[in-house]
């Protein structure tokens, strides 16, 4: 198993959290909870997905609920995945508190509909994304 391998539970399960949390920004409006969402965010595209907020409270909370994991994955996709939704929170941050109000709900929209497949589908858009970049590159 590689350094920088994470289990896969753990996305999923932050997916989990991030799409309760955007549902509830579009729900309510509300531009901090945005503004929180878009620290975690922040903190597992800069600093790993192993170390944001939710991957604490799943290895803390959660993980010693599970059996031991059987299957790993690279964070790398994830981490690229978490600077994909930094960017749509951060277009939806000026949404809501600069204008136009329609871009905040569809940038956070967008967020929310890419959490949606993770969190219930194990699709990570982002992943995904990443995967493309990587192939297209050489």
Do not use: H
Not at 39 to 47: S, T
Not at 75 to 89: E, H, I, K, S, T
Not at 117 to 136: D, I, K, P, Q, S
């Amino acid at each position: 198993m590689p350094i920088d391998s994470i289990d896969v539970r753990g996305p999923r399960f932050g997916a989990t959290l991030t799409t309760v949390v955007l549902a509830a920004v579009l729900i309510s409006g509300s531009g901090r909870l945005l503004a929180f969402q878009a620290l975690v965010f922040a903190i597992g595209a800069v600093a790993g997905v192993q170390r944001s907020p939710y991957a604490w409270l799943f290895k803390v909370a959660v993980r010693p609920r599970l059996s031991a994991p059987t299957a790993f994955e690279d964070a790398a996709p994830p981490r690229f995945a978490q600077g994909v939704g930094l960017f749509f929170a951060v277009v939806g941050l000026a949404g809501y508190f600069v204008g136009p109000q329609w871009l905040g709900l569809a940038a956070t929209g967008c967020a929310l509909a890419a959490a949606f497949l993770n969190a219930v589908f194990g699709y990570c858009l982002g992943c995904e994304m990443y995967l493309l970049f990587r192939r297209t590159a050489g």
